[in-house]
């Protein structure tokens, strides 16, 4: 008689991810979560049910075989977990620290429906960790060269995923990247603190490896037109991102000591004014900064300020707590630093000194009313609640629209209401033959891993038509 197979126990919380103390890490710009170790990855993993239909995968944009990679961890089988998640990932190490896992894969989790969901986004960090720091990172075996030539255009996390899955089948790929270095908003927008550049970049040796070719300072609209490339290639993927930053439109916003988080970030992230004057790039330090928004980007804002020094941070956001868009651990991150939060405000100015000089802002106190066409309850202005916020410092991070600069020089290009290119969502598909577009070129400011998706898409959709009849 066949012996009784004994039910899995269940592990109904997850294990805590060790971070830096707050007092510690606002002192600093190095990573604040600091990854699982071995043992607590493995225990992690064994908390997966490994169901056999997993609602996870569907979750991820890029179709990653959750369940695959998670088992082969559970088994201490580190080499097959790297094999199994970087057949869909060109990013694994980045999608794990930045992916909103709680509404994607994490979110769909059956374990999740009575206890705490498996931890995949860490899980997926540990992995690609753990395969740099055994220091044999593998190239897939590649398709045989097709003859057919492609160029990318960004080389932010579209572009990076089309450029991997293309070269993989066999494609000439080459990149354009219109700044110095690669990533897009994963090396100019994001913090050290959250995303570390040498991540970015070892990533980024993994698809050089698969043979891409990048030129960087290379601005595809001004250095060589879309219609020029195509005189050279077969087929043109555009992911030039979202890097047209949006602002409030009211008084003062022209003053001295007002950024766009783009422009903030940018400084401190990517020239390095934080390290000033050992870099060239200067960054003002002031005593107390109003960040505006209440996405990621705001909060990447108002942690990097107290890390500059600051003695007050603070987000401005007219609606409330619970309608804010950030991620549920960054906002909790920025809590136990100290940022203060404002909530239901709205400025109505920007007001400067003699010298031209930020010294405060205007606002207005809200109340919550009916749900908008986004869902959210409309914030509504109390009235004759107006009031002065000192701050020597503002920050505007209320979003971004896609560079014009290659729809203004390709006509063709059919373009959306707020400048974004028109293309197929499943395919990347544009008006114009020859070309694809995906990620926030697309779509507007949206997620590492949506815009990964978006690649994944079009790549798909390439080689059928690079290699079809």
């Known amino acids: ?108 989790c059956i374990l999740g429906k009575k206890h705490e969901p498996v931890s995949i986004g860490r899980l997926e960090r540990f992995v690609a960790d753990w395969e740099a720091s055994a220091g044999d990172v593998k190239t897939p075996a590649k398709a045989k060269p097709t003859g057919k030539k492609v160029a990318v255009v960004g080389a932010g996390p579209a572009g990076i995923t089309v450029a991997a899955d293309l070269a993989a089948l066999g494609h000439e790929v080459v990149m354009y990247e219109a700044l110095h270095a690669p990533g897009g908003v994963l090396i100019y927008g994001i913090p050290e603190f959250r995303l570390p550049k040498r991540i970015v970049q070892r990533e980024m040796e993994y698809v050089k490896r698969l043979g891409v070719e990048i030129h960087y300072d290379y601005v595809v609209g001004k250095t060589r037109t879309i219609d020029s490339l195509l005189e050279e290639f077969d087929a043109i993927f555009v992911g030039s991102g979202a890097g047209l930053p949006w602002f409030l439109g009211i008084p003062g916003e022209n003053l001295n000591g007002v950024y766009s988080a783009n422009e903030y970030l940018t400084r401190v992230n990517l020239m390095k004014g934080y390290l000033f004057p050992d870099f060239d790039t200067p960054i003002k330090r002031p005593r107390k900064v109003a960040t505006i928004g209440g996405g990621n980007v705001a909060m990447d804002c108002a942690r990097t300020a107290l890390r500059l020094g600051a003695d007050e941070s603070h987000i401005v956001y007219r609606r409330s707590m619970e309608e804010l868009p950030a991620r549920y651990e960054e906002v909790e991150n920025a809590e136990e630093e100290g940022v203060i939060f404002d909530i239901l405000h709205l400025p109505t100015k920007i007001i400067g ?117």
């Open 1 to 108: 008689m066949a012996e009784e197979k004994k039910p899995k126990k269940i592990i109904p919380e997850r294990f805590d991810m060790p971070k830096q103390t707050p007092e510690e890490r606002i002192r600093n710009f190095d990573e604040v979560a600091l990854g699982f170790e071995m043992e607590t990855a493995v225990l992690e993993a064994q908390r997966c049910l490994q169901c056999k239909k997993p609602p996870c995968v569907a979750g991820c944009p890029v179709e990653v075989p959750i369940p695959s990679f998670i088992g082969r961890l559970a088994e201490r089988d580190f080499e097959g977990a790297v094999e199994s998640l970087k057949s869909k990932n060109a990013l694994p190490a980045v999608c794990g620290r930045v992916c909103p896992q709680e509404d994607q894969c994490e979110k769909l």
């Open 353 to 469: 000194n003699e010298s031209g000089w930020v010294k405060g802002m205007e606002c207005l106190k809200m109340k919550l009313g009916e749900p908008d066409d986004s869902g959210r309850r409309r914030p509504v202005p109390i009235e004759g609640s107006e009031f002065f916020l000192e701050a020597d410092a503002v920050v505007v991070a209320i979003g971004n629209s896609p560079n014009p600069l290659i729809t203004k020089t390709t006509p063709q290009l059919e373009t959306g209401r707020k400048g974004n290119i028109e293309a197929d969502q499943e395919t990347g598909r544009t008006s114009m033959e020859k070309i694809w577009a995906g990620g926030d070129v697309v779509t507007g400011a949206a997620t590492v891993i949506m815009a990964m998706g978006a690649g994944r898409k079009a790549a798909r959709s390439m080689h059928e038509y690079l290699t079809g009849p």
